[in-house]
């Protein structure tokens, strides 16, 4: 009030003055030229000194009138703070891209590195670094002793290993343990269900009866009548009949009778039909060609044809026993049955030991084919640094071959992302402005979580024949995931995530008008929303980094809220 009570009253001061003091117009006419030229003489005749005060003076006037003004607008603009301006948009049909960007790191698809495993000395060195070599290409000659030792000593784990396993396995086929030839057992030993049975017990003795033996002594006088295979009559007197034998061998030993007599021996079998045992006396007897009858110098005994200790070969506990003295029994005729996990157990660990010896060896061999190396693919030396004389340490790697023509990229997609990418799929690569295309080879479905975020590996292989590229190198990548080019859109911000009371996860717009038939009720909106607005549930699709795809919900024309906008405090 005071404020318009001073410039009512600067007013009229302004008035009286100009009133009184007002010359006529015709006057100040006349006088206005010469009014100027005085005073622009009077401002040349002030000293310069003084003309430069007065001009500092008139820029501060200037300055505290520019402030002042800002002092007014910034009262002004506080005059104005609260206010709020409703932003909305409009549901409209247009085309919208979804693309994937990041970026990857660059390497050979194709490189092999050469590492020696042992100590050596460098003999020769064929190629230099940056060469370009094919497969075949001579790279280098190291003399190693220790790689040669590796290689003989892998060999001999190998082979003992092999003795190993196939003696196990031989062994564990004793699980069902049997007779080896047809015979009668004998010595047998008490086995039942539940008892210990251990590796190389003896539990029978197996007599093979189905022929007998009988050795006789004949003079040196018969040397010649008695040949292998000749047929003989073999006399039981325990039987009083003869039976049929034959000559198995024919021994030119020397045995002398107290008579002096030298004798050589000679092996009768004959077949047993059941009535024949060891220990019975038996003679046997041949007529020559001329009808002489050739007699042994004594009477024998026959024997079993052969007779073994039936032996457990594993180690196990007993499951069935069908041992019983004089038990006459077949060839494969299972005896014993044994449970033999211990067994079992160590021929899985032999084969666990011979695995990793071949692997030991295979390695051993591999690195000492290194020590003649040769390339095994077309590429460019990287990272040869020796020279002949050096000595090179255990597990030093001495050279990389990269074939530099074809690249991968090793990239992430986020899982947001993840399901629109696919092999196949075309992708735009920039390393510090050199442009290429890609493709997607691969993607992993193993993710990794950094920050709450999934991303998978994705891998990009790139043609880099005129080695534009750089490899081992950081490049950026742009794929279109998906696009639509006629399709209805709005503003991200006009698109929410929303929770009913009921717990059900919506996304929502809200439209402005009447209420809709299909408003979502119940909803927990943590912001304030205007009024005349109301929320509709609406199907989304693909987004790019301004707008998002809308499928069902709202149709075209559809105004929709999209934020509330606070005007500026300051007034600007």
Request: charged share 20%; hydrophobic share 40%; glycine share 8%.
């Amino acid at each position: 009030m005071s404020e318009v009570m001073d410039r009512e009253k600067q007013a009229e001061a302004v008035q009286t003055v100009s009133e009184t003091a007002a010359p006529p117009a015709a006057e100040a006419a006349q006088q206005a030229p010469t009014e100027k030229a005085s005073l622009l003489k009077k401002w040349k005749g002030l000293p310069r000194k003084k003309r430069r005060k007065i001009v500092r003076r008139f820029i501060i006037l200037l300055i505290l009138i520019a402030a002042g003004l800002g002092i007014r607008h910034f009262l002004a603009g506080r005059s104005s703070e609260g206010e709020t301006e409703v932003l909305t948009d409009i549901v409209q049909y247009s085309s919208i891209t979804s693309t994937v960007e990041g970026s990857g790191l660059t390497k050979a698809k194709d490189s092999e590195t050469i590492t020696i495993a042992t100590t050596g000395t460098v003999s020769e060195v064929f190629v230099n670094e940056g060469d370009t070599v094919e497969p075949g290409t001579p790279l280098f000659v190291i003399d190693s002793d220790a790689a040669r030792n590796a290689v003989d000593k892998a060999r001999q784990d190998v082979l003992g290993f092999e003795k190993t396993l196939a003696t196990l396995q031989k062994d564990i086929s004793g699980l069902n343990l049997s007779a080896g030839y047809p015979g009668k057992l004998m010595e047998t030993v008490d086995l039942n269900p539940g008892d210990t049975i251990s590796k190389n017990q003896k539990v029978a003795v197996l007599a093979d009866d189905t022929r007998l033996r009988l050795t006789q002594y004949y003079s040196y006088a018969y040397e010649g009548m008695i040949k292998t295979g000749q047929s003989m009559d073999v006399s039981i007197p325990a039987l009083m009949s003869s039976i049929p034998g034959t000559v198995e061998a024919v021994h030119m030993v020397s045995r002398i009778t107290p008579e002096g007599t030298k004798l050589f021996s000679a092996d009768i079998l004959v077949d047993n039909e059941g009535a024949l045992s060891a220990e019975m006396a038996a003679s046997a007897t041949t007529v020559t060609a001329d009808g002489e009858t050739i007699y042994p110098y004594e009477p024998g005994k026959l024997e079993y044809y052969r007779t073994g200790d039936l032996l457990s070969t594993v180690n196990g506990t007993v499951i069935s026993s069908s041992l019983v003295d004089f038990l006459q029994v077949t060839a494969g005729q299972v005896l014993v049955r044994i449970d033999g996990e211990d067994s079992e157990a160590e021929i899985f660990s032999a084969q666990q030991s011979l695995d990793e010896a071949r692997k030991t060896l295979e390695t051993a061999e591999k690195n000492l084919a290194n020590c003649n190396a040769v390339a095994s693919i077309s590429g460019k030396i990287i990272g040869l640094t020796m020279k002949p004389g050096d000595e090179i340490a255990a597990n030093t790697t001495v050279v990389t071959i990269s074939d530099t023509s074809s690249l991968i990229v090793n990239a992430t997609v986020d899982e947001r992302n993840v399901g629109s990418v696919q092999a196949g799929t075309m992708v735009e690569l920039n390393q510090w402005d050199t442009q290429a295309m890609g493709i997607v080879e691969s993607v992993s479905l193993s993710s990794t979580i950094n920050n709450g975020v999934a991303t998978y590996p994705m891998i990009i292989s790139v043609d880099n024949a005129e080695e534009t590229l750089q490899v081992n190198g950081y490049i950026n990548y742009r794929l279109t995931a998906s696009e639509n080019d006629n399709c209805l859109v709005l503003p991200l911000q006009s698109v929410r995530t929303v929770s009913t009371e009921e717990g059900e996860t919506l996304t929502v717009v809200y439209v402005k008008g009447d209420r809709p038939e299909n408003v979502v009720e119940n909803i927990m909106a943590d912001e304030t929303i205007p009024e005349g607005y109301w929320p509709v549930a609406v199907e989304i699709g693909i987004s790019d980094n301004y707008n998002v795809e809308i499928k069902s919900g709202v149709e075209e024309g559809t105004e929709v809220f999209t934020q509330i906008q606070t005007a500026n405090p300051w007034g600007y």
